[in-house]
């Protein structure tokens, strides 16, 4: 059926480094995507989010990338910080109707000192 | 604190026992929405409500469960006859319907734990 996944479930960066996290998504339908930051033992927190007819958009620190030819989205941070550790879910609305989300499976990033 | 509110944060309960969640929404915030996400997994969809009206259920949601929002601010979400398999997190969000804005912004979550 229609998923998102990510490529890694893992990444370990240096504190400083830009980190990159990428994510695959199967609904051509989508038009609606959103980064999610999860710390151990909290909910979701919203990191970004960006629609269809945009390819690119920029935050404090963050910046999503979306390209529609291959499907494919990705959450940019800028010098990462030991407070960006947690798991990073890429999210798309389904059916096009801008309520439900699929989440995809997450991608634990750990910032090393 | 004028984010998302869930009560309790854990639960712990034996099988076969019946238990509710509650969920506070942002105020202003005419949606809402229940997921459900086990360890390792993103959160999955269940059922979502826009003011009292409950438009969606997910499949995953079996007849054991009910939501209701009755006056279109807090909702429940019940579990009846519970099994081990309910054991997750069951996270709450609210998003408003207002222009192009319709992030959705998640509770701290409500640990199930079933015995």
């Known amino acids: 059926g229609e998923s998102v996944g990510l490529h890694l479930p893992t990444l370990s960066v240096q504190e400083g480094d830009n980190s990159i996290i990428n994510c695959a998504y199967s609904?051509?339908?989508?038009?609606?995507f959103i980064w999610y930051k999860q710390e151990s033992g909290k909910g979701p927190q919203f990191i970004i989010d960006?629609?269809?007819?945009?390819d690119k958009r920029q935050g404090q620190r963050v910046t999503v990338l979306l390209n529609k030819t291959v499907k494919h989205l990705s959450l940019q941070i800028a010098a990462t910080q030991p407070g960006d550790s947690a798991v990073y879910f890429c999210?798309?609305?389904?059916?096009?109707?801008?309520?439900?989300?699929?989440f995809g499976k997450g991608t634990l990033l750990t910032v090393n000192p | 604190d004028t984010g998302v509110s869930q009560n309790p944060r854990h639960k712990i309960t034996k099988r076969g026992q019946n238990v509710t969640f509650r969920c506070d929404p942002i105020?202003?915030?005419?949606?809402l929405y229940w997921y459900r996400q086990t360890l390792g997994q993103g959160p999955e969809f269940l059922t979502y409500?826009?003011?009292?009206?409950?438009?969606?259920k997910s499949r995953l949601l079996s007849d054991r469960f009910s939501a209701e929002r009755p006056k279109g601010s807090f909702s429940t979400l019940e579990i009846q006859r519970t099994e081990q398999g309910d054991s997750a997190m069951y996270l709450c969000?609210?998003?408003?319907?207002?222009?192009?804005?319709?992030?959705?912004?998640f509770g701290p979550g409500t640990r199930l734990t079933v015995t």
């Open positions: 960006i629609r269809s007819n945009m």
């Open positions: 105020s202003e915030h005419n949606r």
């Open positions: 999210a798309e609305n389904s059916g096009g109707s801008n309520y439900k989300l699929t």
């Open positions: 609904n051509s339908a989508s038009d609606y």
């Open positions: 409500f826009q003011n009292e009206a409950q438009l969606e």
């Open positions: 969000a609210s998003s408003s319907s207002d222009g192009l804005s319709s992030e959705q912004y």
